[in-house]
Structure formats: C-alpha cells, structure tokens
C-alpha cells in the first residue's frame, strides 16, 4: 500500500493568484496522477506525471495553467494558475501500487477560488 | 476509454446485501474491471478488481456475466460506513495507467 499526503488540506484564494499543492507518498512510485474533483461531480484526470519526464496531460488541461513537478519519486506539486472562481474544486494526488494493479490516492485538497 | 453506466443512486438497509449494477457493453477483451469507492470528504479507494471470473475480498465480491458487458458488485452486509459514491472503471489490461472515473452511484444505508 501507499499512504499519501497532501498540502494544503485546504486553502481560499484570490483570484488571480496561483497556489502550489504538494504531494508527497511514503514510498517510491513511478507513476503518478493529479485529478480534479469540481463540486458535486466526479473525478477528472488532468494529468500524468511520471519522473524523469514531462507530464502528460488530458484533453482540456495545459501546462500554463496546471504545471506540474515530479523531482523524485515519492513527491511531486501541482500549481493552479492564475485562478478563477471556476477552479474551486477539490485536487487529488494518486499513485500506482508497486503491483500496478491498484490506485491509491491522498485525501485532496480544497480549493475555493474568491 | 471504454464506457460504463451505472444507477445514480440506491439505497439499502443496513446489515442487508447490496448489488450494485454496473453496464459495460462496449468492454474489449484486455479491460480490467475495477470498483472504487469514495466516502465523505475523502479520496476514492480500491475496492476490487476481475477479468473474466467471480472475485472475492474482504471487502466485497464481483459477479462479472459471462459475455462480460455488465457486472456486479455485491456488498455482503452493508453498514452506514459503505455509505459513499461506488465507480465501475474499465482500465486497458491489469497493469494499465490511469483510471478514468465515470459519474459513479450514491450508496445511501438506512439503519
């Protein structure tokens, strides 16, 4: 298994800004997902991000407004750019499993854009 | 992706089996089968996975028909703590990447 914690937990934003989410999981991983949770929906994959190469992103997400750092393989960030309220959702981090059969994923972070 | 439908919502009693119906007609021979779960105010968790043949756990079993194109996911005896959102995800062979999460079903449990 893989214990997975975020930072912030939580945070309020004034738009324009960016924020910087962490991510750090207590053993090494080679892959690793960002999603995007907006209020009352479900989970949308904005990108992949394994170390030692570029994200990849999902249709829809760019690397201005998301970009992402992957330094080594139990962290990596994810910024929010340049903020609206239209990116107030909740931020998840997600690792494969060493058997790559399972996901497991931090417990988000909660984004309220002003 | 391959596609999955799933009821928005079911509600069941609690210390009773729940059957929670997932349709998956559009399935390709190396898709996995995979149900997560994610409970108030936390990340989605792995509840099971299969192929072709019935899967058992501690958490839960997985019926999978024979031609494939639907599959269950039985709930033994449900307390209120399996109230969460259930997703039925296909993912490209055993070992594949990324999950992509359809709208999922609101379990509620009346006790």
């Known amino acids: 298994s893989a214990v997975i914690s975020q930072k912030p937990s939580r945070d309020i934003c004034q738009r324009g800004t960016s924020l910087t989410i962490q991510c750090q999981v207590d053993?090494?991983?080679?892959?690793m997902f960002w999603y995007r949770q907006q209020p009352g929906q479900s989970l949308t994959l904005i990108a992949t991000a394994n170390q030692g190469s570029e994200a990849t992103y999902e249709s829809g997400f760019v690397i201005d407004k998301f970009p992402i750092s992957r330094p080594n393989l139990t962290f990596s960030t994810l910024t929010v750019s340049n903020m609206s309220p239209e990116d107030s959702s909740i931020y998840l981090c997600?690792?494969?499993?060493?058997?790559?059969?399972?996901?497991?994923f931090g417990p988000g972070t909660r984004l309220l854009v002003l | 992706d391959a596609k999955t439908t799933q009821p928005n919502s079911m509600e069941s009693n609690e210390e009773e089996p729940v059957h929670l119906p997932c349709n998956h007609s559009t399935i390709s021979g190396t898709d996995y089968i995979h149900w997560y779960r994610q409970l108030p105010s936390q990340g989605p968790e792995y509840v099971i996975h299969g192929l072709t043949s019935n899967v058992n756990n501690r958490m839960a079993s997985l019926a999978i028909a024979e031609d494939r194109k639907s599959s269950t996911l039985i709930l033994h005896r449900a307390t209120l703590r399996d109230a969460a959102v259930y997703y039925c995800i296909l993912r490209e062979g055993e070992y594949g990447n990324k999950l992509v999460f359809g709208a999922g079903t609101i379990l509620r449990v009346k006790s």
């Open positions: 997600s690792v494969v499993s060493d058997r790559k059969e399972t996901q497991y």
């Open positions: 053993s090494q991983v080679t892959m």
